[in-house]
């Protein structure tokens, strides 16, 4: 069971990234999917969650209007597309996977079963 974040990199701000996660494994089909973040210095902070059936979703306020997820049972795969990005979304992102509350929607760290390793998000100023 293995969760793949992908996408990072650097930017400036008000530009753009995808991450993507995938699962290898196991189907995310069953799942609440979950990115995480953590800034140096910083707990590891939610930013988006979604249901494992794609019609519920929950985000931050500091990235509502901003950051918006979605998944593709079909692929595998969860996307984080975030825009507008600022300086202070640079962090290390991670998703997480959540199989054992029915239809959760939650960014409670200690729900999600599986995680992945994380990709660098630097936005410049």
């Known amino acids: 069971v293995q969760l793949q974040a992908s996408g990072g990199g650097l930017v400036q701000a008000g530009g753009s990234l995808r991450l993507s996660c995938a699962a290898s494994?196991?189907?995310?089909?069953?799942?609440?999917i979950g990115w995480f973040r953590q800034a140096p210095g910083k707990e590891r902070e939610g930013v988006s969650c979604?249901?494992?059936?794609?019609?519920?979703?929950y985000s931050i306020d500091s990235v509502k209007g901003r950051f918006t997820i979605s998944r593709d049972n079909a692929k595998n795969t969860v996307y984080l597309q975030m825009n507008s990005l600022k300086p202070e979304d640079t962090a290390v992102y991670y998703c997480?996977?959540?199989?054992?509350?029915?239809?959760?929607?939650?960014?409670?760290?200690?729900?999600?079963?599986?995680w992945g390793q994380g990709t660098q998000v630097t936005v410049s100023s």
């Open positions: 979604i249901n494992s059936s794609g019609d519920s979703t």
């Open positions: 997480a996977a959540e199989g054992t509350v029915s239809d959760y929607v939650g960014l409670d760290p200690f729900e999600y079963d599986y």
């Open positions: 494994g196991f189907t995310l089909d069953g799942y609440t």
